[in-house]
């Protein structure tokens, strides 16, 4: 292990133990799983661990949430979020993501306060731009910790140190809420999450890693990770897609084939 990396794994053991006690918002990704494990190390039964349900996320992140947290030995509680439907989120507008986290962050302090524990903290880490991610100025302004960010590591070092560690998801991309499939401006409905919700099961249950369901109105358009796209043409599966995007509520199936994150 190289010293500058060593260096930032000691930071963030100091940042934790002087902490004293927190709750972890644990949404079952790499960083706040990797925050979750040293956080166990470092603090033991002062850091509890809790994941906020709502209809922004689908239930199944919430059961691999469960499962990632029951492997490494730490209870997490399940919490239901109702402050998602705020007008500030539901207007989906630019700012979107602020009141998100701010709402979310605000209910996670109250929770806090009710255990005892000093701090609330996430898993934004290093090349986490606040410019990309008005959420950020959320957690700025309601005091919330990023240790892994603090701590000046990044997604790559996290991932490295995940794998170390054994966590069998080191490598799992990215995600973001439902919300994100919905374009900026058009109004956030239970109707609209559910459908792209019902979308991407059947994305995940064919095996996709990585996958968008994008509402747009009527019709959907999918994407998967561009080595991937090739698979979605080939029958029966795009029979069986097509198949499963019309019962999920959707009149037309659209596939990106740039595929999902391609330039």
Not at 76 to 82: K, M
Not at 92 to 119: I, S, V
Not at 148 to 158: C, D, W, Y
Request: aromatic share 6%; with cysteine; proline share 5%.
């Amino acid at each position: 292990m190289s010293s500058p990396m060593s260096s930032k794994r000691s930071r963030l053991r100091t940042l934790l133990s002087n902490m004293g006690s927190a709750l972890l918002a644990f949404s079952g990704g790499v960083d706040s799983s990797l925050l979750l494990l040293v956080g166990r190390d470092v603090l033991g039964d002062r850091m509890k661990a809790v994941t906020l349900h709502s209809p922004l996320h689908p239930r199944w992140e919430a059961e691999e949430a469960v499962a990632v947290a029951r492997s490494a030995g730490v209870h997490l509680e399940i919490l239901d979020f109702e402050g998602w439907n705020a007008p500030g989120i539901q207007a989906n507008g630019p700012d979107r993501c602020y009141h998100c986290k701010r709402a979310l962050m605000t209910f996670l302090l109250e929770r806090a306060r009710e255990r005892g524990l000093a701090w609330v903290m996430e898993g934004s880490h290093a090349d986490d731009d606040p410019n990309d991610r008005p959420g950020m100025r959320a957690l700025e302004e309601l005091g919330i910790r990023s240790p892994l960010r603090e701590a000046g590591l990044h997604k790559e070092e996290i991932r490295l140190w995940a794998k170390e560690l054994g966590l069998p998801h080191w490598d799992r991309p990215p995600r973001a809420c439902l919300a994100t499939r919905i374009p900026t401006g058009e109004r956030i409905t239970l109707e609209r999450l559910g459908r792209i919700e019902r979308a991407e099961e059947v994305l995940r249950k064919e095996g996709f890693r990585q996958f968008r369901a994008r509402d747009r109105g009527r019709s959907v358009l999918i994407q998967v990770d561009p080595d991937e796209t090739g698979r979605l043409l080939r029958e029966p599966l795009r029979r069986r897609i097509t198949e499963a995007m019309t019962k999920a509520g959707f009149q037309e199936v659209w596939l990106d084939l740039k595929g999902y994150g391609a330039a």
